[in-house]
């Protein structure tokens, strides 16, 4: 073989070898469990995100789902994937966070949570210094807000009726934040709790037959799912009714304010890509919303008799007609 031929042959074959390598690389796996936050849009605003990282499913990445609006099925769900030995797990809501925390310290853990620090997941914001990291929904804090807007809607307003889930632990501060509010804008509250589907038309009929004027939903992956049920039977006992995503006013509620959910979903595979990398969850601070929606549903206020100021809809980001 002539002395150029060989080199030919080497330098190819050379050439080569990273690409095989590439190729027989194995395809990261991650896993997603999901507490009433799962599927339809949301699950679109996470596959977004992914690709705005460059990931496909079954390409370059593969993702074990889990999801489910039974808490009894967390653990167990948890359990599954953290025997997957993935790269990392991504958490949508608190409570998927709390149950992926009591099984494991070590594997990295993206959550969606309405008080990360609050609840103990992070140490900080700007500094996590444990296995968990992700974006923070900011619900204590604008919940405040929710109530001041109720106010500007309904300046009479005397009485409104708070349901929230005990079971949710992010839900705690959120109503202590709400009663804060409360005595500032001198509004007396009916607090109601609500664990589950089945107790949630009992809490609207109570907060009627004790003349509430308007019902405060507390976030929380119940009311997600049972937004339009609330509305409807809110809407029936003439009760206004405020959420903190806009999805809920789409399906009946008269006001939202908060970040947008999808939105924040979306951000989740940031920190998938930065983990896969080779970042730690600990040097990856958790990031806030720095946008928030106000949306309206001027069917809802029609039915219910309300004219909405002209000051609230010059500021809504949304107005369902």
């Not at 990291?133 to 405040?144: D, K, R, Y």
Request: proline share 6%; net charge neutral.
């Amino acid at each position: 073989m002539r002395r150029r031929d060989f080199i030919t042959l080497v330098g190819g074959a050379t050439a080569g070898w990273p690409l095989a390598a590439r190729a027989q690389q194995p395809m990261p796996r991650i896993g997603h469990l999901a507490f009433g936050i799962g599927g339809g849009s949301a699950e679109d605003a996470f596959r977004q995100g992914l690709r705005d990282f460059g990931y496909v499913e079954g390409q370059n990445l593969s993702v074990e789902y889990r999801r489910t609006g039974e808490t009894s099925q967390l653990d167990s769900f948890a359990a599954e994937l953290i025997e997957l030995n993935l790269v990392v797990i991504v958490a949508a809501g608190s409570q998927a966070t709390r149950a992926l925390l009591r099984q494991t310290k070590t594997i990295p853990i993206v959550t969606l949570s309405s008080d990360p620090v609050g609840l103990g997941f992070v140490a900080s914001l700007a500094k996590p210094g444990g296995n968990v990291t992700g974006v923070s929904l900011l619900a204590p804090e604008i919940s405040g807000k929710r109530l001041a807007l109720l106010k500007q809607l309904y300046p009479t307003i005397a009485r409104v009726a708070v349901l929230w889930n005990p079971d949710d632990p992010s839900v705690r501060a959120s109503l202590e934040e709400t009663q804060v509010a409360a005595a500032s804008l001198a509004l007396s509250l009916q607090v109601s709790e609500t664990r589950n589907a089945e107790e949630i038309d009992g809490a609207v009929l109570a907060a009627a037959n004790a003349h509430s004027e308007a019902v405060v939903l507390l976030p929380t992956p119940l009311f997600d799912r049972a937004a339009g049920q609330i509305a409807k039977l809110a809407t029936e006992k003439q009760l206004p009714t405020i959420y903190f995503n806009k999805e809920s006013v789409e399906a009946g509620i008269l006001l939202s304010y908060g970040p947008s959910l999808l939105a924040t979903i979306r951000r989740q595979p940031y920190f998938v890509d930065r983990i896969i990398k080779g970042t730690k969850p600990a040097d990856l601070p958790v990031e806030e919303p720095t946008k928030f929606e106000l949306a309206i549903n001027l069917k809802t206020a029609k039915a219910l008799g309300l004219t909405v100021p002209q000051s609230l809809l010059a500021t809504a980001d949304e107005v369902i007609e």
